[in-house]
């Protein structure tokens, strides 16, 4: 194996030697440096130890007043002495002012100044400290400490901090707007006094906006200029009812004199004319507010018509005339109706119309105009006198009866023959009621009655009308067997034997108008004409009733008599008109009784009343005499 081919050294070469120095001096150079870094270290911990807690040389603040190495308490409690005692709250603070103007609807301005302490500018003490606290702390220790030395050299100025209440500023700006700015809006109204309309002019609203106010405010007193003028616009609300005259106007029309109805000349009785007052009119007279499609409004005078209606309601039954239908009789040899009295139209008051020329008439200026014809409609009668007996269903004498009354008096015979006449041509129309005591009227003297006997409250006494019940029987017999409904029919107190001859007992009927009445119906589809006739010679009142034949037939059952009861004691009364020993029976017994009459009515051979009963309960009655007075026997 051979030997690493390994060069040597020539021969008589020699390395150089180094200068040991030249290792040592970058050696101490580093020390050095690492050594001042440590000392810089110490140092800027050191000044930053010893004002650990406390605020650093060079920090100032308003009034001069300097913090240097005072702790933050030391600080709060030296700023709130300065302030205290030297009233060093921010200069700016207490000179700075700020002035509120409005301008009025009479265009004068007017103006309010307050300073910024005023409206709630106020410095903070503990955050002016704690800022000043804050210098020479806000990055790492070499940044710090480099502010800190700066500060120490040059000084730091710390700028206060204020605080702003805008709750003082509000309720400022609230208590101008309440007092010099704000006002509600009204619209255009109207008020009567005295019957006079006066139109109460509108108001626009005013309201400050004090939140967009206080916006303006808030960045002006940030500025803290030394005077600031802050313009107050309110907003504006337009009333809805700019003007309320034109409606005052129309309705002092309509209040400036009566208004007069009046019946023309010829077109009815000579009555009149009737005054509507003004106080009336102005209760008629109303408003009503009307908008339009742009949101404005405005009056309309509008005129209540239900007072002049129900005046017109009230004073027309006066100025009513009732139409009064013919009268016929019916001629059995030609089956034609005959006109015994024509018929009569009536008028009746057309309250429509007549307020539709009122309402033209209240808000007339002209006095001639403010007088209202009253207008008349004409009301037909409802059987005319031109009806035909084939138009009115009347073709043949369905029924008739007759009742008696010998041995009256001539007031009673008068009196019967009076009230038949009453009766004589009517007319009822189909399914329509009778009344007797309608179409009999008003019974007294001046419609030529006589005075007879009368039964009342269980006595007989003369009376006008005594006779009138015969003819009230006649007309109930008759609609008995014509096989009419009956509605209402009433028996005499007792017995009377004028209405006993032919039919018995319990076939009477009585009326006392407007209390007691007979009557029944129509139940068919044609007119039912009443006929009546008297004969005086042989005591007879007949009733006839013509219409179409419903092939009816009435089956009658009765009188039963039953409970009889005997007359009481005689009853003798005083009649001033007689002498001693004169007697005058007025009256004669009878007895007393409860009387059953049944009635079936067929037509054809199908029942339509079935055993319909008719109970009349008579009381006995005993014999009854007029004497003079002083008579022993006098008891009644």
């Not at 509000?170 to 019957?195: F, G, H």
């Not at 400050?208 to 808030?218: E, G, I």
Request: glycine share 6%; proline share 6%; net charge negative.
């Amino acid at each position: 194996m051979s030997a690493p081919n390994v060069p040597y050294p020539a021969r008589g070469s020699y390395a150089p030697r180094v200068n040991p120095w030249a290792l040592r001096l970058p050696l101490l150079f580093i020390t050095g440096l690492i050594l001042l870094f440590f000392l810089l270290i110490i140092l800027i911990a050191g000044y930053q130890f010893l004002h650990e807690d406390e605020i650093y040389p060079g920090v100032s603040t308003v009034c001069g007043l300097n913090l240097a190495g005072m702790t933050r308490q030391e600080a709060i409690t030296a700023l709130s002495q300065q302030v205290d005692q030297v009233g060093c709250n921010s200069q700016a603070i207490e000179t700075a002012t700020f002035e509120f103007r409005y301008q009025g609807e009479d265009g004068q301005w007017n103006s309010w100044e307050y300073s910024a302490a005023d409206l709630g500018l106020q410095l903070n003490i503990e955050a002016t400290v704690d800022e000043a606290y804050k210098a020479g702390r806000g990055g790492n220790r070499l940044e710090n400490f480099l502010e800190q030395l700066d500060v120490r050299q040059t000084g730091y100025r710390v700028s206060p901090v204020l605080v702003y209440d805008q709750s003082d500023a509000e309720r400022i700006l609230s208590e101008i707007a309440n007092t010099y700015i704000n006002q509600p809006v009204l619209n255009a109204s109207l008020s009567l006094v005295n019957n006079q309309a006066i139109a109460m002019p509108a108001q626009v609203g005013h309201t400050l906006d004090v939140p967009a106010a206080l916006s303006v405010l808030r960045q002006e007193i940030t500025s803290l200029n030394s005077h600031s003028v802050i313009t107050l616009e309110p907003y504006q609300t337009q009333p809805k009812i700019l003007d309320a005259s034109s409606a005052a106007d129309q309705i002092n029309l309509a209040l400036s004199a009566p208004v007069q109805f009046y019946i023309a000349e010829g077109e009815g009785p000579d009555q009149g004319p009737w005054s509507v007052p003004v106080d009336k009119l102005a209760k008629m007279v109303s408003n009503e507010l009307v908008t339009a499609a742009d949101g404005t409004a405005q009056y309309q005078v509008r005129l209540n018509l239900d007072e002049a209606r129900t005046f017109l309601d009230n004073l027309s039954p006066d100025l009513t005339v009732q139409p009064v239908n013919a009268r016929f009789t019916f001629n059995d040899d030609t089956s034609q109706l005959e006109v015994i009295e024509n018929s009569v139209n009536g008028r009746a008051l057309d309250i429509d119309t007549t307020l539709a020329q009122f309402e033209d008439a209240i808000f007339s200026s002209d006095p001639a105009q403010r007088r209202v014809k009253l207008i008349f409609i004409n009301v037909p009668a409802q059987i005319p006198d031109t009806a035909t007996a084939s138009q009115l269903g009347i073709t043949e004498l369905v029924i008739q009866k007759t009742t008696y009354y010998y041995g009256s008096t001539a007031a009673r015979r008068n009196n019967i023959e009076v009230a038949a006449s009453r009766f004589h041509g009517i007319v009822i129309a189909p399914y329509g009621e009778f009344s007797f005591n309608e179409w009999l009227g008003d019974v007294s003297p001046e419609t030529g009655y006589e005075a007879g006997l009368i039964i009342v409250n269980n006595q007989t006494i003369p009376g006008v009308g005594g006779g009138v019940c015969q003819v009230a029987t006649t007309a109930f017999q008759a609609a008995f067997y014509g096989g009419y409904p009956i509605n209402e029919r009433l028996e005499h107190a007792y017995r009377v034997s004028y209405y006993e001859q032919g039919e018995g007992a319990g076939m009477d009927a009585t009326v006392y108008s407007p209390i007691v009445d007979l009557r029944f119906t129509n139940d068919t589809p044609y007119y039912l004409l009443i006929e009546t006739y008297v004969n005086l010679n042989n005591s007879t009142i007949t009733f006839k009733f013509y219409s179409t034949s419903l092939d009816r037939r009435v089956e009658k059952e009765g009188p039963y008599i039953k409970n009889q009861t005997s007359p009481p004691p005689p009853v003798y009364r005083a009649n001033a008109n007689l002498r001693s020993g004169q007697i005058n029976q007025v009256d004669y017994a009878v007895s007393g009784a409860d009387v059953y009459v049944y009635r079936t009515v067929y037509e054809g051979d199908r029942v339509i009343i079935d055993h319909e009963e008719f109970h009349s309960h008579y009381v006995s009655w005993a014999n009854q005499y007029e004497v003079a007075p002083g008579d022993p026997r006098i008891n009644g």
